[in-house]
Structure formats: structure tokens, C-alpha cells
């Protein structure tokens, strides 16, 4: 009993306000053995002498238990004890009077129950089911509550036997939506239909048979609004989001109560807000079923826009300095993104027809908040209302910009919003279109002095707008530019220093900045302009409310010297590297969200650039807070609904469903920093070389397990990108070195590609261990992970044929529309680009490996074969034929043992209507001359005629075809000069010295070259002509080349064609001949060659 007594003391100490006391008991509880715990934890429960907070708490740490430790505490209680728990709780949920605690031992319950669903889904309680089904009928409210929030809290308690009791648990919870005297059992059953229906998500039939209760669902969402309850309509976006096809039958009701509930100002914002998030989630998750309801559509944008004019008059608002957050709360900001989601998920089609008007109208409003709203709104749509709007934007630009002139500040401002957003949505057609109208009417903006607010965003959308303008285009305003920036911040440095206001300059630094990044070199002449004003900055803005100025001057200075060029930044580098090693050795100080943080990584990143190789002396300061924030652990926890009301999104934390009542939640806080950190280390590697070869060690060790890091994309990739570019630095430390490195990254990456579900991390991972092949060679690979990389690349060809199968049957759906099209042509292209990353993996391997990874390679060879079948899309053809090229080109002769899988496809597909398709057939016919043998010398005579034919068609030389047509040209060139036998030299040579030089394809015009240059040394009459009549021509041929750049100055060719022009050079008249037939460019280059070769 003593015991007992302490218990209760430590449940209240571990309620107490006093962090001390709290953290005592909370060790104290965590020493208790698990057994115990579960006998205190229940005595506590039940004893309803007990004080309510106390038991409450009992509550929540038993749940907790059964939630995390189940497996540790529960099968080690004896099978009475194990009785007890259970009789215990039910007898419990039958007793108790508070209605508080009989709903806390119902989620323990509930989560016991889940708990002992054994693997073959068998309940191992089954009283509990005995208890639902006679509590559900009871006469007692209190129980009728009770067994449906256990089956709402574990819809899958009936395990097994689902099926049997399906018609016996439809009834209950249609008789329990029907009670009209009880308007908590009609929510409660409605709440519980819908976790039913939503842990059966992929059970179609059960769905439809189902389909009835969805009217009282509706009924109940109505009715718990007007009751202040927002619960059941939180059920509803669950369906919306996870089952939306459940709603197919009932969806205009649907749509109907949604809109309904949305434009009722009776209600509380937060339950209209959620009205509206039904249709939203539907627009992302039921797009093509949500068209077929344009009417609903069309009343839901207003509805939108109208919360959007629902902004508060603030005098003060102007004169702000402190940029608040977004009150996401606010019917404002839910209405923009609401619309914002609308748009990219029903599409431009859909949207822009339905909003123009009412955005035409509102722009015309004599109330400020409605022409806010208006741009507010052009703003929204831009990203999902993309190739509508291009076609409009002139007219669109042309009235947004008056509005940089409309009397009231914030529509100014809203202007300003709707000018940086199309900047970036509609870029770089917007800054070709109107750089001359957008930069002259920005800088006016910035003139703004009443309104540092307007003059701080006019900034930020000039910044938007110079981020992405192409550099011929910015020179020619550059001077007025940058004059109208340099006054501005020498005006608001002084405010500064008068008044402490910094909004203004924050913003001018980064316009200063962003100015620099697109002008480069340009920007030269107006660097000793700002430098002196941007190091006084950071040398003295150093208290607390300037760290993001400071932070954004640090950025300005890192990005200008990068622009301007070592030569010009080197007067200052000094200065700035004490400057920010002064910064960095005071970062102990420096609190873990201080802003300096992740611009002092990147600008650390930017010297190393500008520096090279002087930059290794500074890495002992850098890398240390380097790696402390690319280290950084986040927040995490697992948490069940009820964890879930006391925390909310505002504090930082994101919540993943997971289902079953349970969520996942992160704290986002230093995420981002997280992932700029990794990115810095990746190009210190890249940058640097040798020169980082002492940090690979901890590198590496940080990165491999990065791979894993599920909470940020950009993190897993920069963990990828660096695998190869460590193992490049590491080679000064030795062979023994490297291979230990690569064996500690290995199994990471294999398992990587076989794990990871995002698509474009899954192409870095691939591309990085391919590299990572190619630097490590033969033998890198032991039988065990060559043993998983098969399965893997068989997994990911057989998912390809999958998803395109599957792709298909969504065609035939009968919500099938172009817009769905459109989105099935984005996953196939995502598909293709997977393709592409097998194809890399296995040109590593068989580049490395040669013939012996053809034993390997024959479990996958079905799968590429089918790639090639005739049926194939084109893409498929591509690939499949570029990994037999690989095959050929690195595992001969041996590859002909698989001939009969492709010699006939590579030879029909030579003419394929797909250009792509021709150019991997073409590049297969040059190396089965290269490296064949002798078994393909048949298949190379009967080739010729067929790349004649490609490269005679009409044609041939467009932009889509030119790549295949050079391959094909190459492959003709390599048949001659590899395999004379097959082809008439003769007749075939005149027409191929016709065909030169080649343009776009640099890697096959060495080819050509080196062939060439065969040609002339071995004095062939037909290149040479009579009396080196068609020296003229030849000269031609290679001065073209130069001037496209198909030859570079480090290929071997260029040495011997340089020579042949040396030779001509001494022969007077026939120099001057072959010289006078090329124009300026050409005989610069020629001399140019002369020069350097």
C-alpha cells in the first residue's frame, strides 16, 4: 500500500510545474521495472478515490507503454496477470463515472487490442469483441460511446474475422448514425465509419458496399459544425485525402455541404477553413472526378477569394520593421492557398476561365482589400494557371503594373508580389517581355520612402526578377541599376544608424547581391562602390536584431567577390575571410537558430570557389560548425491523436498520417540548415580534391547514414553526390585507404537504390554509385553485393513494366482526361529517367568488368530484351539498345553469344521513325565495328546501305534528327576504317567526306577526325583529290570543326590535323588556295590551332 502511495506522489510530481521535480520523477518512473509499472499504473487507474489529474495521468503513461515498449513489458507478465489487465479494463470502461477517464481506459484498450492481433490476424482477446457488440446495443449511453471509440481507435480490431462480421458491423454503425436522442453517438459512429472505411483504403468492394453510409457521415459533419465540433469534419478531409474514390457515389452532397459550411460566417473560421480543405484535397487527390463538377468549382473560387478580402486595417503597417509570419490562421492566408492548390491541382483549363472575371472585378473595387485580394490572388494562381496565363501575360503584366501606383500602400505592395511571382513562375518569357516596363517601374517603387514596407518588397520582386534574367538582357540597365541601389542603401544605412530600421536594406543587400550574380564580370567597375559599405556593415552590425542583415551582407559580399573574379576580390579577400573567421570564432556564441548560421556556410562555400586551393588553409576553422550543423538530430516522435491535440503546427512540428490513429511528427527546426551544411561539404570535395583528403574520414562517416535521412530530400542527395567525390579526394592517402572507404559506403548505396521513394534522390543515388564503379574497377564488388544489385536492377525493369501497365489502365478510367494525360506523361518521364540510371549502373559495370559480368548480366537479359520488343514506347527502344551497345562496345567478342536477342532489332531500328531510337541503333553498328569481331562482319556490310538511307532522307540535318544522323555518319566512318572488307571504300568514302564535319555530336566527331586524319597520312587520292585539288575542301572541313568546337585543343587529333595544315602551310600557292575558300572565323581558328597545338 506504501507503495502504492509513493506512486501516487510520483504521478503528481510528474504533473508538476516545477522543471526539477518533473525531470526527479520522470527518472524515477523510467527506473521502475515494466511489470511493476503495469500493476501501479492500473491500481492508479482504477482507484476512483484518486485525484482526476492523477489518473488521468495513469492514463496516459499506460497507453503510452502499450504504444511504444508492448513487446518489452506485456508477454513477460504471467498469463493471470496478462487476464487481469484485460478484466481490469473492461470492467473499468463498465464502471467509471467520469466520462474523462472512461474514454482514457477505452484508448488503452483500444491500443491493448492492437497490440495482441497476432500475425495470422487472430484477436487474442477476444472478450473485447464480446464487450463491442453488447455494449453497441446496450441501453447505456456511456457504453454505446464506449465500443465506438474503441472501434474508432482500432478499426482493425476484428482482425480475421472482419469479413464474417462485416454486414453485423455495417448495421451497428448505421443504427448508432440514426439515434436521433443522441447527438454524441450519431458523431461518435460517424467518426468511426470513417476510420473504418479510410483502414480499408485498397478493399474496393468493401468501399462500395459501404457507399450507403456516407449520407449519415454528411449528416453528422452538418450537424457537430453547429455544435461546435470540428471532429467530424476532420473524418471527412481524411477521406477526401486517403479515399477519395469512396466518395464518388455521394460526391456532389459532398461538394454541396462543403461549399455550404465554407460560406457560413456563423461558424468559426478554423471549421471553415476545414469545409474548405474538402474540396482542395479533392482538387489534389480526385482531380479529374473534381472537373466533371465545374459547377461546385465555380462557386468555390469566389468563396476562396472572399475569405481572401478578410484582412484587419493596421495603421501601423507600413512602418513595420519586423517581417511577422504569416498568420496561417487567418481566412486570408487559407484562401490563397487554398486557390494556389486549386489551380495546380484542376489546371489552368479549369481555373483561369472560372476566376478571370471575378479578379477583373475585384482589381475595380474602390475598398483597398479587395484589389489586394485581386493581386493576391494573380499571385496564387500563377504556378497551376502556367500555359493559360503565358498567353495573356501582356495584358496581365500591363494592369498589374498601374497598381505600383494605386494610392493605398498595401495594394502597392500586393503589386509588388504579383510582379516578383510571374518573375518567377513565368521565367526567363517574362524578363524577355518586359525588362524594360518591370525595372523602371521596380526602382520607382523603391523610391517609396513613407513606405518601407512597399520599398522592402519592391526590392524582393526586383530580386526575383534578376535571379532569373538572362545577362544580356540585365547589362543595359546595369548602370542605372546600380546607381538606384547604391543611393537607396547609403539612405537606409543611415537610417540605421539614426533610427535602428534595417527592413529596407535587408532586402537591398540581397537586390545588390542578386544584381552581381547575374551581371558577372560586368559588375567590376561598381564593386569599390559597395564593398567599403557592405564590410562596415558586417564589422559593426553585430547586435542581435541585425544578425539577418549581417547574415545577408555576408551573402552580398561571398556572391560579388564570385562574380567579379578572384583578381579583382583579391584586395578585400583577406579583410573578409578575418572578417568571417571573427564571426565564426565567436559561433560558440551564437545560438542554434541564429540566421549568420547557414549564410556563413554558404559564403564559406562561395570563398573556397573564388579561392581554390588557397582555401584548405582556413578549413581547420570552418569545418568544425560544417559538420555541428550537418549534424543536426531533429525532434522526432510517434504520436497517437490524442498527442496530437496538444501540439501544434505553429510550434515547428510536421505531422505525417500514418494510419490507425497514429502520426508521425519532426520538428523542422535547422532542417534546411541541415541540408545546406551537407551541400557545402559536397562542393569543399569537389572544389578542393586532395586538398580535403584529411576530413574524408569524418565525411564519410557523417554522409553514409545520410542516405537514410527520410526527412529532407535535398539532405539524401547531397549524401549521394558526395560518395564519389570523396573517394576522388581520399587518393592521395593510399589504395588500402580508398578500398576501406569504399567498403564502409557500399552496402549503403546498394541498399539505397533499392529503398529510396523519391525518384529524382533515387536517379542521384544510382548516378553516384555508377561513378563510384568507375573510379573503384573490377573487382570492387563482392558476390554478395553483386548478388543484391541483380535483384535491385531486376526490381526496378520489372517495376518500369508495372507502372506503364498500370499507366494504361488509368487511361481506360472513367475519370480519364487530357489533364490526367498530362500527369501520366510526367510519370512515364520520371519512369524514363529512372531507365536512364540503369542504363549508367550497367555501363559502370560493364565498362569495369567487361566479359565477366555477362554470368551477372543474364539474369536481367530477358527484361532488357522485352525493352526492345516492337511494341515498346520509344524511350524503352532507346535504352534497352544503348545497354546492348554497352555489351557490345566493352564485353566482345563474347557478347555475339547473345546476338540472336538483338542484331535484327539494332539493324530495323537504324531507320525508326524515333530519332532517339536511330541514334542507339547507329552508335550499336559503329562499336560492332570497333570491338565486334569477326562473327559481325556480315552484319556490318548489310548496315551500310541503311545508315546511307538515314543520312540521305530528307531531313536528316533538322534539330530533331541531327544527333541520329551524325551517329549514323560516324557509324559509316568506323565500318571503313575498322572493317574495310565489308564496304566498298571507294564508292562510299566521296559521299562521306560530303557529310562533314559533324556539329552537335563532340564525342563522335573525334571519331570522324581521327579517321580523317588516317585518311590524309596515308595520302588517300580520294581525300587528297588530283594534285591536292580537294586540299580546299579538307581545309574547310576542319575549320568548321574548330569554329564548333567539335575539336578541343587536349584531343589527340587536333596535334595531327595540325600537322597536316603545317605541311600545306610550306607549299605557298596551295597554302593560299585552301586559305582564301574560309571565311574570318575559320581562318582564326585554323590559326588559332597552329597557336596551341
Not at 545588390?512 to 556593415?537: C, G, N, Q, R, W
Not at 488509368?810 to 475519370?815: C, I, L, V
Not at 568546337?1045 to 605541311?1063: M, P
Amino acid at each position: 500500500m506504501a507503495e502504492q502511495q509513493q506512486f501516487y506522489l510520483l504521478l503528481s510530481n510528474l504533473l508538476s510545474p516545477d522543471n526539477a521535480v518533473r525531470k526527479q520523477a520522470e527518472e524515477t518512473y523510467e527506473n521502475i521495472p515494466g511489470q511493476s509499472k503495469v500493476t501501479f499504473l492500473l491500481q492508479a487507474l482504477r482507484n476512483s478515490a484518486a485525484a482526476e489529474e492523477v489518473r488521468q495521468m495513469a492514463a496516459v503513461l499506460m497507453r503510452r507503454m502499450l504504444s511504444a515498449s508492448f513487446e518489452e513489458v506485456f508477454p513477460s507478465l504471467t498469463p493471470e496477470v496478462q487476464n487481469g489487465v484485460k478484466h481490469e479494463l473492461l470492467l473499468g470502461i463498465q464502471m467509471e463515472g467520469s466520462s474523462n477517464i472512461r474514454k482514457k481506459t477505452c484508448d488503452i484498450a483500444a491500443e491493448l487490442s492492437r497490440n495482441l492481433i497476432d500475425d495470422d490476424g487472430n484477436n487474442q482477446w477476444p472478450e473485447i469483441l464480446k464487450f463491442l457488440f453488447e455494449s453497441v446495443s446496450s441501453q447505456n449511453v456511456a457504453l454505446r460511446e464506449a465500443a465506438l471509440h474503441i472501434f474508432w481507435n482500432f478499426p482493425g480490431i476484428f482482425g480475421n474475422q472482419q469479413q464474417h462480421y462485416l454486414e453485423v458491423i455495417k448495421r451497428m454503425l448505421l443504427q448508432c448514425m440514426q439515434d436521433q436522442e443522441n447527438s454524441t453517438i450519431r458523431m461518435l459512429a460517424a467518426r468511426a465509419a470513417a476510420a473504418f472505411v479510410l483502414a480499408n483504403e485498397n478493399n474496393t468492394p468493401l468501399q462500395k458496399h459501404f457507399a450507403d453510409m456516407l449520407p449519415g457521415i454528411l449528416q453528422a459533419v452538418n450537424d457537430s459544425c453547429y455544435q461546435n465540433d470540428d471532429s467530424v469534419l476532420k473524418s471527412l478531409v481524411e477521406l477526401a485525402d486517403t479515399a477519395p474514390k469512396y466518395l464518388r457515389p455521394h460526391l456532389e452532397p459532398t461538394l454541396t455541404l462543403s461549399l455550404k459550411l465554407c460560406a457560413d460566417t456563423n461558424l468559426q473560421n478554423m471549421q471553415r477553413q476545414l469545409a474548405l480543405e474538402v474540396i482542395v484535397t479533392l482538387s489534389e487527390t480526385a482531380s479529374a472526378m473534381l472537373r466533371k463538377h465545374s459547377n461546385i468549382v465555380s462557386q468555390a473560387i469566389p468563396q476562396m477569394l472572399t475569405m481572401m478580402v478578410d484582412l484587419e486595417n493596421d495603421d501601423n503597417w507600413s512602418n513595420s520593421d519586423e517581417l511577422e509570419d504569416d498568420d496561417f490562421d487567418s481566412n486570408a492566408v487559407a484562401g490563397e492557398s487554398a486557390l494556389d492548390r486549386v489551380a495546380c491541382g484542376l489546371g489552368g483549363k479549369v481555373v483561369l476561365p472560372l476566376i478571370k472575371e471575378h479578379i477583373m472585378q475585384m482589381l475595380q473595387n474602390s475598398d483597398w482589400k479587395y484589389r489586394h485580394a485581386g493581386l493576391m490572388a494573380l499571385s496564387a494562381i500563377g504556378e497551376g494557371c502556367h500555359q493559360q496565363m503565358e498567353g495573356i501575360l501582356q495584358e496581365i503584366v500591363n494592369f498589374v503594373l498601374l497598381f505600383l501606383q494605386d494610392p493605398h500602400p498595401r495594394v502597392r505592395y500586393a503589386a509588388c508580389n504579383a510582379i516578383g511571382q510571374m518573375a518567377t513562375d513565368f521565367a526567363p518569357t517574362f524578363q524577355r517581355k518586359f525588362h524594360d516596363k518591370v525595372i523602371s517601374a521596380l526602382l520607382q517603387t523603391m523610391e517609396d520612402q513613407a513606405n518601407p514596407r512597399v520599398q522592402a518588397h519592391a526590392a524582393a520582386a526586383l530580386i526575383n526578377f534578376t535571379e532569373d534574367c538572362p545577362k544580356s538582357l540585365l547589362l543595359p540597365y546595369l548602370d542605372n541599376l546600380v546607381n538606384h541601389l547604391h543611393v537607396i542603401m547609403v539612405a537606409k544605412l543611415q537610417e540605421l544608424i539614426q533610427k535602428g530600421t534595417k527592413l529596407v536594406l535587408e532586402q537591398v543587400v540581397t537586390s545588390i547581391a542578386s544584381v552581381a550574380d547575374t551581371a558577372e564580370e560586368k559588375f567590376v567597375p561598381y564593386y569599390d562602390l559597395f564593398m567599403p559599405s557592405l564590410k562596415h556593415i558586417v564589422e559593426n552590425g553585430i547586435q542581435k536584431e541585425l544578425r539577418l542583415l549581417r547574415g545577408k551582407t555576408i551573402e552580398c559580399i561571398s556572391l560579388i567577390g564570385l562574380a567579379v573574379g578572384k583578381d579583382k576580390f583579391m584586395q578585400d579577400a583577406s579583410d573578409v575571410m578575418q572578417l568571417l573567421l571573427k564571426t565564426q570564432t565567436d559561433s560558440s556564441e551564437l545560438e542554434d537558430d541564429d540566421p549568420q548560421i547557414s549564410y556563413m556556410i554558404s559564403a564559406w562555400a562561395r570563398m573556397c570557389k573564388i579561392l581554390g586551393k588557397e582555401f584548405q588553409q582556413y578549413l581547420p576553422v570552418v569545418m568544425g560548425p560544417l559538420m555541428k550543423t550537418a549534424s543536426i538530430k531533429p525532434e522526432v516522435a510517434l504520436l497517437d491523436t490524442q498527442d496530437m491535440e496538444n501540439m501544434s503546427e505553429d510550434d515547428g512540428w510536421e505531422f505525417v498520417n500514418l494510419g490507425d490513429q497514429q502520426s508521425f511528427g519532426i520538428k523542422t527546426a535547422g532542417l534546411e540548415e541541415k541540408a545546406t551544411a551537407c551541400q557545402m561539404l559536397v562542393c569543399y570535395a569537389k572544389e578542393l580534391k586532395e586538398g580535403f583528403a584529411e576530413y574524408t574520414e569524418q565525411v564519410v562517416k557523417l554522409m553514409v547514414p545520410l542516405l537514410k535521412f527520410y526527412f529532407h530530400d535535398g539532405v539524401r542527395v547531397a549524401a549521394a553526390e558526395s560518395m564519389p567525390l570523396l573517394l576522388e579526394c581520399a587518393r592521395v592517402q593510399g589504395p588500402e585507404y580508398v578500398t576501406q572507404m569504399w567498403h564502409f559506403m557500399c552496402d549503403s548505396l546498394i541498399k539505397g537504390i533499392g529503398t529510396e521513394p523519391d525518384s529524382d534522390v533515387l536517379s542521384e543515388i544510382m548516378h553516384s554509385f555508377a561513378k563510384c564503379i568507375e573510379l573503384m574497377g573490377e573487382g570492387c564488388l563482392n558476390k554478395e553485393h553483386l548478388e543484391e544489385l541483380g535483384n535491385i536492377m531486376k526490381g526496378k525493369l520489372e517495376e518500369h513494366f508495372k507502372n506503364q501497365e498500370l499507366r494504361q489502365a488509368k487511361r481506360q478510367d472513367e475519370d480519364y482526361d487530357e489533364q490526367v494525360e498530362e500527369n501520366l506523361q510526367d510519370e512515364d518521364d520520371s519512369d524514363v529517367y529512372i531507365l536512364t540510371k540503369v542504363s549508367d549502373v550497367l555501363h559502370s559495370m560493364f565498362s569495369c568488368y567487361r566479359e565477366k559480368v555477362l554470368p551477372w548480366f543474364e539474369q536481367i537479359l530477358p527484361l532488357i530484351v522485352n525493352l526492345i520488343c516492337p511494341h515498346r514506347p520509344w524511350a524503352d527502344k532507346q535504352w534497352g539498345l544503348c545497354i546492348f551497345d554497352d555489351v557490345i562496345e566493352h564485353c566482345s567478342p563474347t557478347s555475339f553469344k547473345y546476338a540472336e536477342y538483338f542484331l535484327r532489332p539494332m539493324l530495323q531500328y537504324v531507320c525508326d521513325n524515333s530519332p532517339e531510337v536511330r541514334q542507339a541503333a547507329a552508335y550499336g553498328i559503329g562499336v560492332m565495328a570497333q570491338f565486334g569481331g569477326e562473327n559481325y562482319r556480315p552484319f556490318c556490310t548489310e548496315a551500310i546501305p541503311l545508315l546511307v538511307g538515314v543520312i540521305q532522307m530528307e531531313g536528316s540535318k533538322t534539330k530533331e534528327n541531327i544527333n541520329a544522323t551524325e551517329n549514323c555518319i560516324s557509324a559509316v566512318g568506323k565500318v571503313m576504317k575498322c572493317r574495310p572488307e565489308c564496304v566498298n571504300v571507294t564508292e562510299i568514302l566521296p559521299h562521306w567526306l560530303s557529310w562533314l564535319p559533324l556539329h552537335e555530336d563532340k564525342e563522335e566527331a573525334v571519331h570522324t577526325f581521327n579517321y580523317l586524319c588516317d585518311l590524309i597520312e596515308s595520302n588517300n587520292p580520294i581525300v587528297l583529290g588530283p594534285n591536292n585539288s580537294s586540299l580546299p575542301r579538307v581545309f574547310a572541313i576542319i575549320a568548321e570543326g574548330l569554329v564548333n568546337e567539335a575539336i578541343k585543343s587536349e584531343d589527340a587529333c587536333s596535334k595531327r590535323l595540325a600537322n597536316v595544315i603545317r605541311q600545306v602551310q610550306g607549299s605557298g600557292t596551295l597554302w593560299t588556295e585552301c586559305m582564301a575558300s574560309l571565311n574570318e572565323s575559320q581562318q582564326a581558328a585554323l590559326q588559332n590551332l597552329l597557336n596551341t597545338a
